[in-house]
C-alpha cells in the first residue's frame, strides 16, 4: 500500500516545480493531506572511509543542485554524535527534507523529534532508523536478496544442491550497529544453514551462528577492513593447521573482503583453483580489481545510481505534494511502525560480467580496473 501525499493548496505552476512553496508535514494534517514544501535538503552520511558512500552522497546532491534545491550533503566519520550534531545542524539551516545513511540507526530517536517539530519529511536511505516513528520513508535494495545471492553463488560453485562436501567455511557478518547487516547475514544463512547442518560445510573455527538471530556474534564493527583482517588472521593461525584450508569465506560486502584477502595472501594463499571463494557487496573499484585477478570470486552490485534516482523521485514527489511511491509496506519494522519502503533489485557480478555490468553502464571506468 502506498502512502498518499494529497495537495492541501492547489497552485498549480508551484506545485509541479521542486522549488515549491513552504507548508506542513503531511503527518501533521489531521486531513491526511500533504501540501508542497521547500526543496531545502539535508544530505546525512555515514563516512568517507567507504567509496560508496562518498559517490552516494555526490551523486544525489549534484541532482538536486541541479534541479534548483538548496542542498547540505554531510560525513560523519563514523560517529554518531557527530551524525546527530550534523542533522541538527541542517535543521537549524531550514531543511524540510532529511535524507539520513544512519550510521547507529537506534540513536536517532530524539534528533528526529526535532526534525518533526520542525515539519521535515525524514527518509532513511539504505539503512533503516530504528525506535522512531518519524521515520516517513525507507529507499533500500532488497538486503535480503543481497545475502541470498551470496549464499546461491556458494550453493552453485560447491556443488552443495549436489550433495557435494564437506568444504571448510568461514562466516562473516557485518557492523552489529547496521539494521541492513543482519538481512544480509539472513539472506545467506538460510540458504547456508541447512548445509552445515548435514555437514557439507564445516566451520572449523566454530564461529557458526546457531540461527539467524545470532549474527552480531560474528559481526565485524564499523564494516572495518583491518578488523576482518584481523579477525581472518586469527582464524587462520589459530584452527588451519597441518595443511587445512579454508574453501569458502562468506563476506557480506567489499570492505570486509579486502581484509579477508590480505589475511589470506600472508598465510601464503594465490590465487588459482584452490584459492577460496570470496563473496562481497558494493563493486568498490579495489574489489572489482580483485575479482579481475582472481582473488575474490564475486561481488552483489547494488546500482546506488539507482538508489540516488529513486530518493531523488521521492523528494519530488514530496515537495511537489503528490503520492510517493513506495513498494514495500510489510517487511521494514522499526520497532514503532512499519516504514513504507522502496526496494531495488541487486544483482551478482562475476569476473566474466565486470565489462556489461559494470564499465558498458559506465557506473565504473576501465582504468578504475585495470582494464
Known sequence: MKKKLLAAVAVGALAISLAACSSTRGGDDPSGAAAS??????????????????????????????????????YADNKTDQQISQIQNQLAGGAKILVIAAIDGSTLGPVLEEAKAQNATVIAYDRLINGSENVDYYATFDNYKVGTLQGQYIEKQLGLADGKGPFNLEPFAGSPDDNNAKFFFAGAWDVLKPYIDKGQLVVPSGKAPANDDAWASIGIQGWASDKAQAEMDNRLSSFYGDGKKVSVVLSPNDSLAIGIEASLKSAGYTAGADYPIITGQDADKANVKAILDGLQSMTVWKDTRALGDRVFTMIQEITQGKEVEVNDTKTYDNGKKVVPSYLLTPEVVTKDDVQSKLIDSGFLKASDVGL
Do not use: F, H, Y
Open 37 to 74: 514544501t521547500d526543496c531545502n535538503v539535508g544530505i546525512a552520511m555515514p563516512t568517507r572511509s567507504l567509496e560508496r558512500w562518498i559517490n552516494d552522497g555526490e551523486q544525489l546532491q549534484a541532482k538536486l543542485k541541479d534541479a534548483g534545491c538548496t542542498v547540505d550533503l554531510q
